[in-house]
């Protein structure tokens, strides 16, 4: 078993970056693929980047490519989410999740382990 504890959120102006971190307690990160998914107020929650068991392949949903960068260091136990030229429509609760399997998934049923969260407003 794993706890995810995400941080890095914050309140920034469209245009600007940010890196959000998973740090994975008790089973090391490196038993997982990890993703990354956000869901704003009222909407479903949606994947935004996945990364595979050992990092060699990632995956990102079609709203974020380009501007999102999904990484891992597992000496870390730790996971990142770059995120650059943020916009509004950006604004939401972003979730790490891990999935004990080798390849990164879309999907939330795939994932057995998630983190609380963390907010991420973006103004305007």
């Known amino acids: 078993q794993v706890q995810l504890v995400e941080s890095g959120g914050g309140l920034v102006q469209a245009g600007g970056s940010l890196r959000l971190s998973c740090a994975a307690f008790?089973?090391?990160?490196?038993?997982?693929?990890m993703g990354w998914f956000r869901q704003a107020p009222g909407s479903e929650r949606e994947f935004v980047a996945a990364?595979?068991?050992?990092?060699?392949?990632?995956d990102y949903g079609d709203s974020v490519k380009g501007r999102f960068t999904i990484s891992r260091d597992d000496a870390k136990n730790t996971v990142y989410l770059r995120i650059n030229s943020l916009k509004p429509e950006d604004t939401a609760v972003y979730y790490c999740?891990?999935?004990?399997?080798?390849?990164?998934?879309?999907?939330?049923?795939?994932?057995?382990?998630w983190g609380q969260g963390t907010q991420v407003t973006v103004s305007s």
């Open positions: 999740a891990a999935r004990a399997a080798l390849t990164p998934s879309s999907s939330t049923a795939a994932y057995n382990y």
């Open positions: 990364i595979s068991r050992y990092g060699g392949s990632t």
């Open positions: 008790g089973r090391t990160s490196s038993s997982y693929a």
